[in-house]
């Protein structure tokens, strides 16, 4: 059972926006950075957004990171068939001293 | 460029020991904290452990402390982890990755090995 917890599946059309979320408790995401990552079949993860809200060098800015209290949230706009993927949230819990991960959302663009 | 490279995946009986190796270049190797992440087939991003750029300090899930051991070589730019007595639920695709920013982030990735533990 994961200590972060993201819907297992989300979907909409191409162009239009869609919002992943990850909740938390106070020794992990209310304390912590949080980061996404994108995985596509057969493929190593790729971050999208550390520190919350920072995107790495080559990120598109349809890609978007917040976090309020226990949760956070990625943001995807102006959907493309290939975002089509697995994303996971992640961050360190400082009770168990132990990277986390979200049990992952499978974006679908209908 | 930057790159990471594991090896040392295989099967291996429930009991038996593996050790993984990661290959880092492309960037100051001594300089960062580095981590193992593993992916059961079909499930989802485990955290197993971390270690810090200097090796000072080691972190591991809890369902393989006493179990597996991290460790690291600046003098080779190289990551390891040791994992003994080895279990079915071991099984899966063993990412290094390096880690990032204020938090726990985790910017490159190897491509991933794959270890299977079956009789």
């Known amino acids: 059972q994961s200590a972060l917890t993201q819907p297992p599946s989300v979907s909409a059309a191409p162009g239009q926006k869609v919002t992943i979320s990850c909740s938390g408790s106070?020794?992990?995401?209310?304390?912590?950075?949080v980061s996404w990552y994108q995985q596509l079949p057969g493929t190593a993860p790729k971050l999208l957004i550390y520190d919350n809200n920072k995107r790495p060098s080559g990120i598109p800015d349809r890609f978007s990171g917040s976090k309020s209290g226990t949760s956070a949230t990625l943001g995807i706009t102006g959907l493309q068939t290939g975002d089509e993927a697995d994303y996971y949230c992640g961050t360190w819990d400082s009770r168990l001293s132990a990277g986390r991960f979200g049990g992952g959302t499978k974006l679908t663009v209908l | 460029q930057m790159q990471l490279v594991e090896s040392g995946g295989g099967v291996v009986q429930p009991g038996r020991s593996l050790r993984l190796s990661c290959a880092a270049s492309?960037?100051?190797?001594?300089?960062?904290?580095m981590h193992w992440v593993r992916q059961a087939p079909g499930k989802g991003l485990e955290w197993v452990a971390v270690?810090?750029?200097?090796?000072?300090?080691?972190y591991y899930v809890e369902s393989v402390k006493g179990r597996f051991t991290i460790s690291r070589d600046n003098s080779k730019n190289t990551l390891y982890l040791q994992m003994d007595s080895l279990r079915p639920e071991d099984t899966a695709v063993y990412y290094c990755?390096?880690?990032?920013?204020?938090?726990?982030?985790?910017?490159?990735w190897g491509q991933g090995t794959l270890v299977t533990v079956s009789s």
């Open positions: 990755a390096r880690h990032v920013g204020g938090g726990s982030s985790w910017d490159y």
């Open positions: 106070s020794s992990n995401i209310e304390n912590d950075y």
């Open positions: 492309g960037f100051t190797f001594s300089s960062y904290g």
């Open positions: 270690i810090w750029p200097d090796g000072s300090k080691k």
